[in-house]
C-alpha cells in the first residue's frame, strides 16, 4: 500500500493545521492508523492511533490538542492539530499496520515497528 501525507507548513505558535494522508493499494477500513512525528535531532516518536473502530489513543504531549480521524469512503486519515506549540516542530509521517485488525479488538498500536507503510512526510513548522 502507498501512503500520501500532505498538509504540512509553516504556522505561528497557537495555531492550528490539518495533516491528510490518503492509502491506496489495499483494504483500508479493517487496518490500524497511526501518525508520528521526527523533530529535528531526534528519535521518530508516536504520535495517534485510531483503531478500525474509530476508537483513538494519543500521546501525553498532544492530548486534548491534536485529533485522528479517518474516513473509510476515501482511504484518508487525518490529524487536526490545534494549539500548535513550537515543540511539535517534526517531520509528521502517517502510517498504516499490514495485518487486518479483529473486528473485536480495541488493541492500540503505538511502536514504529507495528506498522508496514509509511507515508512520505510532510514538515510541520511552529514559530514562536
Known amino acids: 500500500v502507498q501512503l500520501q501525507a500532505s498538509g504540512g507548513g509553516l504556522v505561528q505558535a497557537g495555531g492550528s493545521l490539518r495533516l491528510s494522508c490518503e492509502a491506496s493499494g489495499r483494504t483500508f477500513s479493517d487496518k490500524a492508523l497511526g501518525w508520528f512525528r521526527q523533530p529535528p535531532g531526534k528519535e521518530r516518536e508516536f504520535v495517534a492511533t485510531?483503531?478500525?473502530?474509530?476508537?483513538?489513543y494519543y500521546a501525553d504531549s498532544v492530548k486534548g490538542r491534536f485529533t485522528i480521524s479517518r474516513d473509510n469512503n476515501k482511504n484518508t486519515m487525518y490529524l487536526q492539530m490545534n494549539s500548535l506549540k513550537p515543540e511539535d516542530t517534526a517531520v509528521y509521517y502517517c502510517?498504516?499496520?499490514?495485518?487486518?485488525?479483529?473486528?473485536?479488538?480495541?488493541?492500540?498500536?503505538?511502536?514504529?515497528?507495528?506498522?508496514?507503510?509509511w507515508g512520505q512526510g510532510t514538515q510541520v513548522t511552529v514559530s514562536s
Open positions: 502510517s498504516l499496520r499490514g495485518t487486518r485488525m479483529v473486528l473485536t479488538s480495541n488493541y492500540y498500536y503505538t511502536n514504529r515497528d507495528d506498522y508496514s507503510s
Open positions: 485510531i483503531n478500525r473502530n474509530g476508537n483513538t
